[in-house]
């Protein structure tokens, strides 16, 4: 079964500077699609951004982009010009190309913005 | 709006009681799901129905059934709470493997 892992539970940043949260995966399938969620106090799950396996090119919306690795099964998530909005937890999720069942999810990274 | 309605938003149970969450969409979404969220475990799935009137078990099922009512609805019910049974709930719908997963706003479910 696919894992995902998330191997810094927190991390903090300053406000207007960047960030990048980690995430790798392991799986045996060639096509896939990877998801960044944030979760703010809230409790409400937001997607954030998507990648497609077979897209070379890294996805980028607004001030959030993914260095995509697939060789290193790596998918990290960069956020630019960090702002007070972003304090959130961050989930990584996997979900199989092949077969018609459930997101796997990393355990999150918390991110603190501070001003 | 249009997306994935969760209720209650907080419960609060004895050991041994039971209960039902309801989760309904209105995306004509064929996918749901239900999920816990413990902390330092991200999500874990405990249910999903890939089609209207199919349900099949995920990673952490025990001490739960599900019912897929309809194309819209999908219940996820305690029989007999347990304090391990504690955590958030989160339902969530898909219509697609690309599009990933549109989430309710959560259950937090306390048993004592």
């Known amino acids: 079964a696919q894992t995902v892992t998330q191997s810094q539970p927190e991390m903090s940043v300053q406000e207007a500077e960047t960030v990048t949260l980690s995430c790798t995966y392991d799986?045996?399938?060639?096509?896939?699609?990877l998801f960044w969620y944030k979760q703010p106090p809230s409790r409400q799950m937001i997607l954030v951004i998507r990648?497609?396996?077979?897209?070379?090119q890294n996805a980028t919306e607004n001030r959030f982009s993914v260095n995509f690795q697939k060789a290193a099964k790596s998918f990290s998530l960069k956020i630019s010009d960090s702002q007070l909005g972003d304090a959130a937890m961050y989930f990584c999720?996997?979900?199989?190309?092949?077969?018609?069942?459930?997101?796997?999810f990393g355990a999150g990274t918390r991110l603190t913005v501070k001003p | 709006n249009a997306g994935v309605t969760q209720t209650p938003k907080f419960q609060v149970l004895k050991t041994g009681q039971s209960m039902t969450l309801q989760c309904a969409q209105d995306?004509?979404?064929?996918?749901m799901y239900w999920y816990r969220q413990d902390p330092g475990m991200g999500l874990r799935l405990i249910y999903y129905?890939?089609?209207?009137?199919?349900?099949d078990k995920g990673e952490v099922p025990n001490g739960y059934n599900v019912s897929r009512l309809n194309k819209r609805e999908f219940s996820l019910r305690l029989e007999s709470a347990a304090p391990s049974q504690t955590s958030v709930y989160f339902c969530?719908?898909?219509?697609?493997?690309?599009?990933?997963?549109?989430f309710g706003s959560g259950t937090r479910l306390t048993v004592v």
């Open positions: 969530a719908s898909s219509a697609d493997r690309f599009y990933g997963y549109t």
């Open positions: 799986t045996s399938e060639s096509d896939y699609y």
């Open positions: 990648q497609e396996a077979y897209k070379q």
């Open positions: 999720a996997y979900r199989s190309w092949y077969e018609d069942n459930d997101m796997r």
């Open positions: 995306m004509n979404h064929n996918s």
């Open positions: 129905s890939a089609s209207e009137g199919t349900t």
